[in-house]
C-alpha cells in the first residue's frame, strides 16, 4: 500500500481514524486495490449444512466430496479439499468444529450470531497455529471489545480451549480481542444475484487486511467487486474500483452497505455496527428531511442515486464505470451485484 507506485497510502483522517488517500489523480473505473483474504469463515449457523464449498466458497455442484474425517464440511473439488485439510480445515479445525457442531454443544441453543463467532474464533485460532505472525496484523485494525464481545469470548474460549496445547497464546483476552476486530472489519462474501429475490444472503465473511481501511460514506466514490462463484483461480479477491474520479489528497470512500438505504436505517447501522455517526454531506441533508413538496431530485446525492443504483429487479446494487482502456474512461457502467451493464450517455 505505501510502496511509491500505488494509487492510495495510508493517513490519518481527522475523527475516522485511518483511511485512504489518492497518491495521484485516479480516474473512474480505475482498480484502485485487489487484495486476497488474510482470513476467510462460513457464515453459516453451526447446526447448517452449506450449499458452498468450504474451501473456496462457490456453489456447491451436485456431486460433493465431504471431509474424510467429519460429516459437516463439503468440498467441490479434491483440489479444494487437498487445499482445507492443509490450512483452514486441518485436523484441528475439523476435530474442534466437530466438537461444537455436536447435537450436545452448548452452542446448539445460542444464537446464530455466536454460532458464527464460533467459526471465526476456530478459524483463526487455526490461522494463528499455523501463521503467529498474523497475530500483529490482526490486532492492529480498528475496534475493542464491548461486554457482550467479553461475555462470548469467554464462553467461546471456554469450549476451544481444550483442544489447543497449553503452550499456546489464546486466552479469553485475546478471544474477545479478535471478535471486536472481526465485527467491524470483515467484508461479506455474498449469493450470487438473483432476480428472484428478495435479497442476496451472505455465505462467508473475510478479513482484508488492506481493504478494512477504506472509511464508510453513503455518497462513495469507490465500490467494491467480488467473483465468488467465478472460476477465477483467485475468485475470493476483493476488487475495490473507483465510482468517479478522485483528485490527489483526496480520500476513497466506499458504502459499508447497499447505496440505496435510508438516513435512519444507515444511521442504525453505522452506530451498531460501527459505532460512528456519519457527518457526510448526505447525511446532513437527509437528517432535515422534510415532506414539504418540493422537489429534490437536483440534489446531488439524489443525481448519485439515480446514476449508480442498479435498477435490475431485487438488484440495488452499485454502477462503477468499467476499468479505463489506453488511459480513456468508459462509458459503460457496470453493477457490482449483479453485473448488468448500462450506458452512461453524459460521459
Ligand atoms: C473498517 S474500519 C475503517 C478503518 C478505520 N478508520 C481505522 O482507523 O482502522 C471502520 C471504522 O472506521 C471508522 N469510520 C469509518 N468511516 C467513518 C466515517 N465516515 N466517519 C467516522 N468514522 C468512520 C469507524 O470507527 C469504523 O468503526
Not at 1 to 25: Q, V, W
Amino acid at each position: 500500500m505505501d510502496a511509491s507506485n500505488s494509487p492510495l497510502r495510508l493517513e490519518h483522517i481527522p475523527s475516522k481514524g485511518k483511511g485512504l488517500i489518492a497518491t495521484k489523480p485516479l480516474k473512474a473505473g480505475q482498480i484502485v486495490l485487489t487484495e486476497s483474504p488474510l482470513l476467510l469463515y462460513s457464515a453459516s449457523p453451526l447446526f447448517s449444512q452449506p450449499s458452498y464449498c468450504d474451501n473456496c466458497f462457490r456453489t456447491l455442484p451436485t456431486q460433493t466430496i465431504p471431509c474424510p474425517s467429519c460429516s459437516h464440511c463439503k468440498f467441490c473439488s479434491q483440489k479444494c479439499l487437498y487445499i482445507a485439510l492443509n490450512s483452514s480445515h486441518s485436523s484441528w479445525s475439523c476435530q474442534t468444529l466437530s466438537y461444537l457442531q455436536n447435537k450436545t454443544s452448548p452452542l446448539s441453543t445460542q444464537p446464530f450470531e455466536i454460532q458464527v463467532q464460533a467459526r471465526f474464533i476456530v478459524a483463526v485460532y487455526n490461522l494463528l497455529m499455523h501463521n503467529p505472525s498474523h497475530l500483529n496484523i490482526l490486532l492492529s485494525l480498528h475496534g475493542d471489545p464491548n461486554e457482550a464481545i467479553l461475555d462470548s469470548a469467554k464462553f467461546l474460549h471456554s469450549l476451544v480451549s481444550p483442544f489447543c496445547q497449553k503452550n499456546m497464546i489464546f486466552s479469553d483476552e485475546l478471544a474477545a480481542k479478535l471478535i471486536a476486530k472481526e465485527r467491524i472489519n470483515s467484508f461479506c462474501l455474498m449469493e450470487p444475484y438473483s432476480q428472484k429475490g428478495p435479497q442476496r444472503s451472505i455465505k462467508g465473511y473475510g478479513i482484508y487486511p488492506k481493504a478494512t481501511f477504506f472509511n464508510h460514506d453513503c455518497i462513495p466514490n469507490a465500490c467494491r467487486f467480488d467473483y465468488v462463484d467465478s472460476s477465477d483461480e483467485n475468485n475470493t479477491d476483493i476488487v475495490i474500483r473507483l465510482i468517479k474520479d478522485v483528485d490527489v489528497g483526496s480520500e476513497v470512500c466506499i458504502s459499508y452497505f447497499r447505496i440505496n438505504k435510508d438516513y435512519s436505517s444507515r444511521k442504525r447501522i453505522l452506530m451498531e455496527d460501527y459505532g460512528f455517526a456519519c457527518e457526510c454531506d448526505r447525511c446532513k441533508i437527509e437528517a432535515n428531511w422534510n415532506d414539504d413538496g418540493e422537489s429534490k431530485s437536483d440534489l446531488p446525492h439524489v443525481c448519485f442515486l439515480s446514476k449508480y443504483v442498479c435498477d435490475k429487479k431485487n438488484c440495488a446494487g452499485t454502477m462503477a464505470p468499467l476499468p479505463p482502456k489506453d488511459d480513456e474512461a468508459s462509458n459503460v457502467l457496470e453493477c457490482n451485484f449483479c453485473g448488468n451493464l448500462k450506458v452512461d450517455n453524459a460521459t
